[in-house]
């Protein structure tokens, strides 16, 4: 007796002469002409109605046509570009927009945790056919180089763009850590995970809700690891004190922020505490460590969309994640345990923060690629497919410093500028008002219809 799935998959066959006729020769020569002609009908007739699939049956087309992309992945990772050109722009016009000074979240906190989430998602995506496992890992070695060398030109000091126009950078004051660097970290070690582990990967998923869970126990393995020395290093490293004392005994001082936009460079504050003046680096080592779970996370999500075939199934593998890391987040919070920090990068940060992503993730699917609504989100899938691009000319300033060194008389007055300043601000009287739409329509506005015009080009910028 054939096995059903090789019959389903077309690597079985079902015989074309009834079994009463075996005992006439005549009727078997017969037979075979009918059965290699039939063969040949069958074909042409199965070619015609590809398109069209048995009532009950789901079709299993002879040729394996490409993969439907998920629109999703590019418009969430072009919402994330969004975000940080918003609050970098305008977060100094908004405090409430830019980072939180120290517990608490605010939208641009947001940010890195999306990066690496949908880093993530990509990672299973990418990895999820690997025909040789040391062509992999040059690949991964390679584009993490890549992310490095970036992050240090960019974020290291290199580039002043685009209020400076001078470039150049003391190779002792070198900012070795930054946005690609971390997102460089954690691409390599959860891509390697991955990777390694490509033989250990299951086909078929064991029925049960957690099933996705145990398949990929090693990922998982790999993010309990790191929140373990995060954890351990944090609580139970022995920290001498430093040289930056506050010699006020003011209250008040202790809670008092170093700059209006706290923690972001600029002018202190007249009367902000010593301690403001201490070296700080929030995308240092040890909470880059932790920035790994959020791979993690998101690696997941990744999983759940390759095994699960049904909407609904993934929806509630993804909503239940999302929710359960939102409410373990604001009981670790409320209840003092590990507040929610960005600059520590905190447990209680890593789930509030990839349980909003796993959120909004769900409900970009449900809009874009289950009920249809691509239209409104095209211009994130455009930023999202160039995404590099944007965020080296649009987030890093670099596109805005090339404009700003063509000035008349005087680097001021420039044509960016002018734009901000008569175009928005005075028309609306109001340097917040003005600062809010300039970032919105003369930046974010350019970015979506210039990676709409790239893509209809076909051309993207990938590392």
Known sequence: MEDPRRVEEGLGHTPLVKEGDKDNNHGKKEAKVEDAGSIEKQKEEKSAVSDQPEEGKE?????????KRVATLDAFRGLTIVVMILVDDAGGAYARMDHSPWNGCTLADFVMPFFLFIVGVAIALALKKIPKVKYAIRKIILRTLKLLFWGILLQGGYSHAPDDLSYGVDVKQIRWFGILQRIALVYFVVALIETLTTKLRPTVLDPGHFSIFTAYKWQWLGGIVAFVVYMVTTFALYVPDWSFSVHHQDKTERYLACTLSSPASGPFRENAPNWCHGPFEPEGLLSSISAILSGTIGIHYGHVLIHFKGHADRLKQWVSMGFSLLILAIILHFTDAIPINKQLYGFSYVCFTAGAAGIVFSAFYLLIDVWGLRT??????WIGMNAMLVFVGGAQGILAGFINGWYYKTPDNNLVNWIQEHVFI?????????????VIFAEITFWGVLSGILHKLRIYWKL
Do not use: A, C, D
């Open 376 to 381: 409104p989100f095209l211009f994130l899938e």
């Open 59 to 67: 079709e299993r087309p002879l040729i394996k046509q490409k993969s």
């Open 426 to 438: 005075n028309v609306w009287h109001s340097e917040r008002v003005g600062t809010l739409l300039y």
